[in-house]
């Protein structure tokens, strides 16, 4: 038995490595031109640069290689010998170097707990070198141009030139795409990702009878005009604005805040161009003339946590809420670590402490107080500088407000002190411990800050939008692909810098980036454009052999495959039951809770010190208006990755746990949709079979198999041959909503647990 183990283990290591080396074997292909910026870089970064990088600390011999005029000095302790030597691999000693089997010379040193160089990395560099050694600046940080689209082998299959850079690329590595979904899952697919709903029974049939050659068109243009896109493609901008209803820290009580949220649906609806989108937000109060919509757009700065606890030092707290309007400022608009540069130089990136605290100074100027109040009544819930949302406002300017009654309701916006505070470098980031003045300015490596700009926030989002700017679009369009296909085209859309990861397809990148400068800013165009691609039209099917070779989908061989969201997991449940609250907009609700976890966790202080779980319609709204604490957030949107929005996130972890199983299996929203849907397909007038079909088709979006069929029908009898009365009682306990008076409890729960049944499938919370 231990005999055959060894086998079976050896076997299986053998198909691991054959599986990598397949894998590796995709990016191992010489390139014509060996590129500093995507060959080797990468090498020198991961093998090189601990000891010859930009830490000064832990720097040796002197040697910096991420810097030319190092690289090309003479050795320190030979000044006959030089690390490069363009041309001559054989008189480089970097080259010599890696190549070399003398453990006393070889680097990286034995003693390193450094990998040595691969055969295939020795070979880059050697080429490199005799291709002249150049030194590119580094690739994010310049300005895209459009590259031309490329020509492909096989011309029927493009749908747009995104489809072009990808079979391009696809076509170099031996890869083919896949054909294109069914229709049913295509449908499933496309109606999540621009409405985080479920397709309707009627959107369905009609998709699936329509035989025109436009009938795709025709759907996406019908979803991108449902107010439900607004809300979907909200949800992203929430983790990147770090929005929530209670202001974080201990006493985290509760925030009035969501007039901005719906501000971004309605502007998301509306097809605001991106420039204004984000300008508005920046620096809404600034614009002359400014309207109350462009004031309340300044919302989005204003969503960090807020301290209400007494004995705080109040400059303390107001530099780290500078501090984090500087953070987000990087990382959701640029796609960089700025933060890195809070306590000192940025290790890796081009950005000086005094540059960071440039930025700063452009956030350093807004009129609040590190601490307001002390837990209160209602005129706590926003903190000064603060905006008035009246009656009169929401039948007019801000008529997308969901305002829902007469009572006082207030947001926290931006606006800047009449004094103009001075900004200094923070020694160590400490608040207190101030260095030299600054200016307001930006990081030279990614765009000077022109002198014509006013230097304010007004000014900051005109450079941020300025056509040289080489991050603004790029970080954009990255964080709407990732939206579409589960990773961006740059995996880390959070930093685009030297530790960052390699675009995948840099060529598209920049040609996506300039067409979305060209064409307005134009959000919407942008989100047609991936969609109507025959790149995101591909069946998700994998085959054994594009597993092996692409087992990322990092060059899209196939359809996108994902689990939907946390939030959209709840939408799909109660959109399918029929229990779905469509209003948009509006105050966050408190649904179904474990008793105890808002108690336990915060100063039992405010009106968020016990849960308060709501009743009737407010129980069923959309997964984004559930209300967000900061310490303790919603348990089954945390399950599932949501963010809790303590910072900015453009980018979701994902992870699969035993808990998301048991939340489907356990949560009473599930279980009650599935009780509420039972009892509606008991009063059609069909067979059980049709029942189950029905189901089937609302929860996982098409037509079941025979084969399904005959395994549900049959649970669903075995189900009602063992319920009895008393079991049907508790299985039916679950939830608010009434159960009707004419239905047969007994066959109620059995259809119910059947329901559940295809609530639990993979299938319902996947994106295939």
Not at 133 to 159: I, S
Request: aromatic residues 10%; neutral net charge; charged residues 25%.
């Amino acid at each position: 038995m231990y005999l055959l183990w060894l086998v079976f283990a050896g076997c299986a290591l053998c198909i691991l490595q054959a599986c990598h080396h397949q894998a590796a074997s995709i990016d191992e292909q010489m390139p014509d031109t060996v590129s500093y910026n995507f060959n080797i870089r990468p090498i020198l970064s991961d093998k090189c640069y601990k000891c010859h990088g930009p830490d000064a600390s832990k720097r040796q011999a002197g040697l910096r290689l991420d810097m030319p005029e190092s690289a090309f000095k003479a050795l320190k302790d030979d000044p006959n010998a030089h690390v490069l030597v363009p041309g001559s691999p054989a008189m480089s000693e970097l080259f010599r170097r890696v190549s070399t089997d003398d453990t006393a010379e070889m680097m990286p040193p034995v003693n390193s707990n450094l990998k040595r160089l691969t055969p295939h990395e020795v070979d880059l560099i050697r080429k490199w070198i005799k291709q002249g050694a150049k030194f590119e600046k580094h690739w994010a940080f310049v300005a895209p141009k459009a590259p031309p689209v490329p020509e492909v082998k096989d011309k029927a299959w493009p749908k747009n030139q995104v489809d072009n850079f990808i079979l391009h690329k696809q076509e170099q590595y031996g890869l083919t795409p896949n054909p294109e979904a069914d229709k049913e899952r295509l449908l499933k697919r496309v109606s999540f990702d621009l409405t985080g709903l479920p397709p309707t029974l009627d959107v369905m049939d009609r998709f699936l009878a329509d035989k025109s050659p436009n009938a795709y068109e025709k759907i996406v243009d019908e979803l991108m005009k449902n107010p439900a896109y607004g809300e979907k493609m909200a949800l992203h901008w929430m983790d990147v604005s770090r929005y929530a209803d209670s202001h974080g820290y201990q006493d985290d009580n509760y925030r009035t805040q969501w007039p901005w949220r719906d501000w971004v649906i309605h502007a998301y609806n509306e097809n605001l161009p991106y420039n204004k989108f984000v300008s508005w937000q920046l620096a809404g109060d600034l614009i002359p003339n400014a309207t109350k919509e462009q004031l309340l757009a300044t919302g989005f700065n204003r969503n960090h946590k807020i301290t209400e606890e007494g004995g705080v030092i109040n400059e303390e707290y107001r530099v780290a809420y500078v501090t984090d309007r500087t953070n987000t400022f990087g990382k959701a608009l640029l796609g960089v670590t700025i933060e890195c540069a809070h306590c000192h130089d940025h290790k890796y990136d081009p950005f000086s402490q005094k540059e960071y605290y440039s930025l700063f100074a452009f956030f350093n100027q807004v009129k609040e107080p590190g601490i307001q109040s002390t837990v209160g009544g209602p005129e706590t819930y926003a903190k000064r500088p603060l905006m008035q949302v009246t009656n009169e406002d929401v039948k007019g300017i801000l008529k997308f407000v969901n305002k829902q009654d007469t009572g006082k309701l207030i947001v926290s916006v931006m606006g800047d002190s009449e004094a103009y505070r001075k900004t200094y470098i923070l020694k160590r980031g400490n608040y207190d411990t101030h260095g030299d003045e600054v200016q307001p300015g930006t990081p030279k490596s990614i765009l000077p800050f022109d002198n014509s700009y006013p230097k304010n926030r007004l000014g900051l989002a005109e450079w941020l939008f300025n056509r040289n700017n080489p991050l603004t679009a790029r970080a954009f369009v990255n964080q709407t692909w990732q939206e579409f296909f589960g990773r961006g085209i740059v995996k880390t859309s959070e930093d685009f810098g030297m530790q960052g990861n390699l675009p995948s397809h840099p060529e598209l990148l920049d040609w996506l980036a300039v067409d979305f400068m060209d064409h307005g800013w134009d959000m919407k165009r942008l989100v047609k454009q991936i969609v109507m691609s025959a790149t995101y039209r591909q069946s998700a099917v994998i085959s054994a052999e594009k597993l092996k070779t692409d087992p990322d989908n990092t060059y899209l061989s196939h359809g996108p495959r994902s689990r939907l969201p946390a939030e959209f997991v709840r939408d799909m449940v109660l959109a399918s039951s029929g229990l779905l609250t469509h209003s948009i907009g509006g105050p966050s609700v408190n649904p179904y809770q474990p008793p105890g976890l808002w108690e336990n966790a915060t100063s039992g202080r405010g009106i968020l010190a016990n849960y308060r779980q709501m009743h009737g319609p407010n129980l069923y709204r959309r997964g984004m208006y559930t209300l967000i604490k900061r310490t303790v957030p919603p348990v089954e949107m945390a399950i599932f990755d949501a963010s809790n929005r303590d910072q900015c996130e453009v980018r979701r972890l994902r992870t699969n746990t035993p808990l998301q199983a048991l939340l489907m299996e356990n949560d009473p929203t599930v279980l009650e949709a599935a009780r509420v849907l039972a009892a509606k397909l008991l009063q059609d007038n069909s067979s059980t079979n049709s029942k189950i079909q029905k189901a089937f088709r609302l929860i996982i979006c098409r037509k079941p198999t025979e084969k399904e069929s005959a395994i549900l029908n049959a649970f669903y009898n075995d189900e009602l041959k063992e319920m009895d009365k008393k079991t049907a009682a508790k299985v039916l306990s679950v939830g608010e909503y009434p159960i009707p008076e004419n239905v047969d409890k007994v066959t109620l729960a059995a259809m119910m647990k059947t329901v559940d049944a295809i609530y639990n499938l993979e299938e319902a919370i996947t994106k295939t």
